[in-house]
């Protein structure tokens, strides 16, 4: 590793980076991706040419040659500032030489560092800033791909779903739901779902694992997660529209169950990946709450018929807030994987227990009832989808030695013991809780049980290697569209914030035939389906569009090709592109 003097580091504002080529490029890092290097030809170098052209590039290096020259930039940077609050106002010239000849090396103990943060921040504020922020909009607005022009088709397109969505919500004629109670149709389209599952059944076998090794055994991938999600959604909107009011146990699982998978799908996302970036952020909170938030708003309908979706954000927000301190733990204070894990999930539990458990919880009741109950239902929830997600990978091991290609005895044993223990934990959950009929009874215990039901289904939906390669295609294609379809059952396939039945069909009122109000469902089943995936489209098309804006502002765009820029005679401009595993340098514009 070359050491920081024969490197040359320069930090040119709060985070934008220029390396002076060295004198030995095979000794650079070869992991590091997108640098653009100046190779000064004279004395003095423009710093205005410098800055524009680092603008325009991905310069974020890995995180340990960050740390390994940390005192290297600090140098610097506040060298460099210093000249440029000298410089005449007309020209903002500066010499690096002297800039390296009068810095001095500054020690991790040095007090210059305790400003040292107070002095990058208020650079975000700086005439340089703003300039460069200003560019990473103009290259925004002129991206062929998640651009300006992308984001205002996808509002245009949003602002007409809100106008069919509004049209649905007060349509007439239409009857009370209350009216519509059903619940022998209920168990009929759940028939219909289960033929069609059956007929969209796909099975696709587990690829070799690295080096041509035995097939792994992947429990809840993508694909069994949407169908799982299919399903459940399917129940849940049509137990409100049947009014079928036994299945409440059941449904309160599913949901919990939803709120479960946020906080287990995230906390494997953050434990892989480590991306706590604000970009991440963004996406996510664009992802969940961007359209509901405008249904809300244009047809002034209260939050809390969306109840779902700020128990989701709450979720992803504990769950990145827990994962970040598990990252400080390990990478400030040199813990271990599990101790550092455990450590984090364990201080999250306990600020749920000294909020939920405590009189703190009636904070929630300055914003409604209803949060303060919806909330108080899933507390635990997202905490025990982390929990399970801190054991998957253990649980992963498991599966594998239980159902993989090696024994197939004890894959036959494995099989049918698992299965038992997953009838087991659903039968323990149905009998001391799930039979209760007084909602209100068996609400306060729910937080605590509603795991059983779950863990019970994933150990009966995994129990053979066969079945975890399974999956629906329609099941999987509903639980793609699961926030859609959740915020406009209330206006389109139902309608007065749900609490009407539409009639379509004529004949399908509350005292019309069995038939024809079967037809007027999957009529208004059909414009109601079509119009959530159009949102779910145009959403994410919304979201994408977000997050290369933050990028471009922030200056973390990753750079897929080289692009010329023009030099003046003094200066020559080297652009590289290092790849993993090579020094030499791909393409060079001169």
Known sequence: MPDQTHLGIFTYDYKYVVQVRPEDPARCPQKIKNVVSAQVTSERVSLSKMS???????????????????????????SIRRLSLASDSNSITNNLSFAMATAKPISEDDPQNKTYKRQRSSALLSPTAIIMSLAGLKSWSAQDKNGLKDFCLAQAKVAAILAVAHFGNVYEPAYPRNDNHAPVMFWVV????????????????????RGGGPPRVIILGREQTEEWKGWMQWAFIFY????????????????SAYVWMTGF????YFDKKADFSIERFVSMILRINYFPLLLSYFLTVPLELYYVVPLHTTGFVVTMISCYIGFLFETKLGWGYWKSRTA?????????????????????LLFSKEYHFRFQADKYSAWMGMACGLLWGKIGEYMQWAHGFENDSRRRKATILQFLCGVLLIWIWYGLFGFMQDKYSYNPVHPYVFILPVIGWLMIRNCS?????????????LGRNTLETYVLQFH???????QYIPIVVPGSGPDGTPRMKFLNMVLCGSVFVTTAVWARKNTVATQLSV??????VRGTVNASSTEVVTATKDETVELTKMESGMSDVDKTVK
Do not use: Q
């Open 465 to 477: 290697r066969y079945l975890t390669e399974c999956h629906s295609s329609v099941l999987e294609f």
């Open 190 to 209: 759940n028939a219909i779902l289960l033929v069609v599952t059956v007929a969209t059944w796909s099975h696709k076998p587990s690829s070799p694992g």
């Open 265 to 268: 799908g995230n906390f494997l």
């Open 52 to 78: 524009f052209v680092t603008s325009r590039y991905d310069l974020t290096l890995v995180t340990y040659f960050n740390r390994l020259y940390s005192a290297s930039t600090r140098i610097i940077w506040t």
């Open 344 to 364: 984090a999930v364990g201080l999250s539990l306990l600020a749920h227990v000294l909020f939920y458990e405590t009189s703190a919880v009636n904070f929630l």
């Open 240 to 255: 409100h529209y049947y009014r079928v009011y036994y299945v409440y146990n059941e449904i309160r699982v599913f949901v």
């Open 547 to 552: 997050v290369d804006l933050v990028k471009n």
């Open 492 to 498: 389109l396939f139902m309608s007065h914030n749900v």
